[in-house]
């Protein structure tokens, strides 16, 4: 077993905090290699002179931080930043108000639907409706909810009739659906090369072929998906065209075109997941527009109004809608009536929209709250969206930037999650505003990564 000593010389604050920074650093310039075996605690405060109790501290925060993992029976790890992608993630989706400043997640910011639900329930509970939501549906949406998804579809741009749009938990079950529902184990599934990272693992589970398609800076590169329509004939393209996850782009008008042109031109559906569309009120028409008949559009009230909800919808050509019903009954039996119809009154007296729009203002705000505290730094943003997007100065590894700031409290997601290739992953991370309830947990996170970013590389131990 190695031994690792934390360096403590000049550390200040609680004493096992001292330690946990040491580790991350250590990891991050590579001093202290994934996969060492660490001592064991007592053993490591018998060394360092201290109590058990603080090193036992120490190893559990480290553990938080995904610096560490503990095998029982076998000991304490140094953990690979890998691991960090693969399901044993530690999902924390809760609105911490202690622990590390996660700018991780891309969730929208709490709080702001409750008061209308409330009134919603309870309007509800007090109708005869009741009994007819608490039921078994048929095959079909309920009419009152397949018109409040012909209202938020409008809202988004995209008129549809009520038997061309299908509600879904959500749009990662729209998306799940859509998958199901349009291609067979062996198919191939086109993604942008940076894309949002559970349509890749649905793509896996399902025996999917996939493949990229390049990006620059304004998204999708047309020609080069028109290069692969002829040389390896995809079923689907899969992307994101509003608020790109992660690189935040905006797909500009005459990109929608070409693309939409290209997939009528090969007969390749378009799979358009445009969840975070709504907030951005001044977007280009969506891509469903000009390819109808080759498009699958996915969108869902979670980012605008709350995910909670469960509640999405799907438009989708004629043809296609039956195969997109019997997925959602394959997977769920049907979407949650309940859910549906707080979702469908929110919707219909215009609440939903403008809970979206207070959404955006909110991004707004924390947008320019960012660009006060990371203004030394290159990074891309839109000023509506959640999160930004920023490659890292030279010198620079994303892991090694992504371990260092959790050494520091601060969570952010390094460019590989996001990339189909680990040769494809940009030395860039993706920083999101809109996790954190508490403006000053934000501004304090923020702040730790712009320090960060100051340090000259020397005093930052990142020589790589
Ligand atoms: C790009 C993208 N698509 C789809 C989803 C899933 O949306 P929902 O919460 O409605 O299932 C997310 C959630 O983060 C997302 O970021």
Sequence with gaps: MAIWLPNLNGRLGPKYLQIVEAMAEDIASQRLAVGTQLLPHREL????????????????????????????????????PDTLLQADKPYNLHREKTGPVDLSRNLPLPGFAEPHIRRVLGEISRGEGLPALLDYQTDEDLAQHSEAGMIWLDGCGVRMPPDQIVTTMGGQHGLFCTLMALLRPGDLLLTEALTYSPVRAMAERMGLHTATVSMDAEGVVPEAFAEL??????????????????????LPEVRRKAIAEIAQRHGVILIEDDVFG?????????????????????????????????????????????????????????????????????IRDGTAAGLATRQSSAAERRQSLARSILGHVDFVADPQGFHLWMPLPAGWR????????????????????FAARASDAPEAVRICLSHEADEKR???????????????????????
């Design 45 to 80: 405060a018998y060394q360092l002179g201290m109590s058990a109790n603080t090193t036992s501290r120490a190893y559990a925060e480290a553990a938080k931080r995904a610096l560490l993992r503990g095998e029982v029976g076998r000991g304490t790890f140094v953990r690979s």
């Design 229 to 250: 329509c002829t040389s390896a004939k995809p079923k689907a393209l899969y992307l994101t065209p509003t608020l790109q996850a992660p690189t935040t782009v905006t």
């Design 278 to 346: 709504p907030l951005k009120a001044d977007r280009p028409p969506p891509l469903a527009t000009s390819a109808p008949e080759h498009t699958v559009y996915v969108t869902s009230l979670s980012k605008s109004v709350a995910p909670g909800l469960r509640v999405g919808f799907l438009s989708a050509p004629e043809w296609l809608v039956p195969s997109l019903r019997h997925a959602v009954n394959l997977s769920v039996w049907m979407t949650p009536p309940m859910a549906l119809e707080v979702a469908a009154r929110l």
């Design 398 to 417: 994303a892991d090694a930037f992504r371990a260092h700031c959790a050494g520091h409290g601060v969570l952010v997601s390094e460019g590989r999650s």
């Design 442 to 464: 934000l501004e304090r996170g923020l702040r730790t990564v712009s320090n960060l970013l100051r340090l000259p590389r020397s005093t930052a131990t990142l020589e790589l």
